[in-house]
């Protein structure tokens, strides 16, 4: 081995390294849609190594080719910036990568730093598993971590069963999300992290975000915040003092619906008590040259690229659909065989205040059409039929342009009903506790015109008019932190 060999690499390496930040730091200026648009691919990177390619190329590739072994041996001690195998990284990657990390971290002097992932669920793990190790000096001793109840089915499942029931790591659920002093009860000496889906899906739930991370950060564990829902467009968990934040980009982010992916951004040097200094420094980049290499839970190129193209309109998109949204949930409120919807955007919705101190649309104040902040709550709504679960089976099977699909985050507009879907597998004590109820619609409603939709939910609707329905599925009436618990 020729140690010049190497310390030619290595100052090379150190050159553009200084280069790509000062480059990030540029972009970091700029505003949303920019970032949104451009990402870290830059120009020189375009004309010097890319043909000019004004797009971000898909290097469909599994492995890097090195010029020698100094080369390699640089690279695969992770000494010189490299992507290896695809596994582990690619440039295709590094570009959604990148931009998600910027996205999230917009508007605050923070670093972020961001790993994305095959899928949301795998997201998840890369995001919650590194802080559910036994401590070493005590391994039988029980861990915990504290999440709210009302989360997406697949969360609950890779919760309750991946974690609880295979692993033994208990997971203390909180219901009364909106009461901070539930989540302190919850906390002891062996919790790992506390955990919040807002809004979550599919029935909206909200809370303080700025109280719990403070009191994560009291307890000196930190708070993991899945933000699917709202999209960076309209909340950045980052930005106030959150330390993971988990997207399926699968759903909003990757609205055309071409592919599986997930993304894990957090913030450099986060809070934790596993004495781990590694991971705290740089979780997303330990994920990524450790535990995320050795699981290989990676995304293709591809996909990648496929996100990262619907990504660059997500502001106007998730504005646009947002409005849609509100227009169709206030339309369902008024409708005679509708119990209940939930969308935080109605005033009637009991979360409405504290999601509005949250929810805002990013660079409103910027954008000529609105010169000031505005309010967003994006583009997931729920409704109730009335009638139990035959009559919402029969309204959902009327659709005709809104598509019957386990879905969300579409630019066309799906539905589905998560009792028998998404939620099924938790079963009906814990769709109780999360307020997921058999009439339960979820809808989300995609770009086309809100009349469009209105009116396709007006014949579908028509169809209980004279309709006797039998409840032959179980009702319940909603328990624990139910909206109907909230508006009483
Ligand atoms: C809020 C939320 N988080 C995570 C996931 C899981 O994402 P994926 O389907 O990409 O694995 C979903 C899926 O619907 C979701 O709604």
Redo the contacts with the bound molecule.
């Keep these: 081995m020729s140690e010049s060999g190497i310390d030619h690499y290595l100052k090379a390496a150190e050159r553009s390294a200084r280069w790509h930040e000062e480059y990030r730091k540029e972009m970091k200026k700029c505003r949303f849609d920019t970032i949104a648009v451009h990402g870290i691919y830059s120009m020189q990177e375009a004309l010097d190594f890319n043909q000019g390619s004004i797009i971000e190329p898909i290097y469909m590739s599994t492995s890097q080719g090195y010029r020698d072994s100094d080369e390699m041996e640089a690279a695969l001690s992770y000494r010189i910036p490299t992507w290896c195998y695809a596994r582990i990284a690619n440039p295709s990657i590094y570009y959604l990568e990148g931009v998600l990390a910027l996205l999230e971290g917009y508007g605050a002097d923070v670093e972020t730093s961001c790993i994305v992932t095959s ?4 997201a ?1 793990q890369t995001a919650v598993d590194p802080f559910l190790l036994p401590d070493p000096n005590q391994p039988q001793r029980p861990i915990n971590f504290v999440a709210t109840a009302q989360v ?1 089915g ?2 609950f499942q890779q919760f309750a069963v991946r974690k609880e029931k295979e692993r033994g790591i208990i997971w203390r659920k909180v219901v009364n999300y909106y009461d901070i002093s539930e989540w302190e009860r919850q906390i002891d000496e062996n919790t790992r992290f506390l955990y919040g ?1 807002l809004p ?2 599919p029935v909206q739930t909200f809370f303080d975000l700025q109280a719990v991370i403070n009191l994560a950060h009291k307890n000196g564990i930190p708070m993991i915040v ?1 933000s ?2 709202a999209t960076p467009a309209l909340l950045r968990p980052i930005t106030l003092g959150a330390d993971i934040v ?1 997207q ?4 909003t982010l990757g609205t055309s619906g071409f592919g ?3 993304a894990v951004t957090s913030r450099k040097n986060l809070v934790s008590n596993v004495d781990n200094p590694e991971m705290k420094a740089d979780f997303a980049i330990y994920a990524k040259t450790l535990p995320n290499r050795d699981n290989g839970p990676n995304i293709s190129p591809i996909n990648a690229i496929l996100a990262l193209n619907d990504i660059r309109t997500l502001r106007s998109r998730v504005d646009n659909q947002s409005r849609a949204t509100l227009t169709v949930a206030q339309y369902l409120s008024q409708h005679r065989h509708i119990e209940q919807v939930d969308y935080l955007g109605l005033q009637s919705h009991p979360l409405h205040g504290v999601a509005s101190s949250y929810l805002w649309l990013v660079d409103a104040e910027h954008d000529e059409q609105y010169g000031k902040p505005v309010n967003r709550y994006g583009h997931l709504l729920s409704f109730r039929v009335k009638g139990g679960a035959q009559a919402a089976r029969a309204v959902f099977d009327t659709f005709k342009r809104i598509w019957r699909a386990t879905d ?1 985050g579409r630019i066309k507009s799906v539905a589905t009903i998560p009792a028998i879907s ?1 939620h099924a597998q938790q079963g009906d004590e814990s769709r109780k506790i999360a307020d997921i109820p058999p009439n339960l619609i979820r809808l989300c409603v995609g770009a086309e015109h809100p009349d469009d939709i209105i009116n396709d939910l007006d014949q579908a609707l028509a169809i209980l008019d004279g309709h006797k329905t039998t409840c032959t599925a179980p009702e319940f009436s909603a328990g624990g932190a139910s909206s109907a618990t909230l508006r009483r």
């Design positions: 899928s949301g669920m795998s998840i997406y697949g969360t889906e979550s899906n899945d699917t829902v988990v399926s980009v699968s759903k599986i992916a997930g969300l998404t």
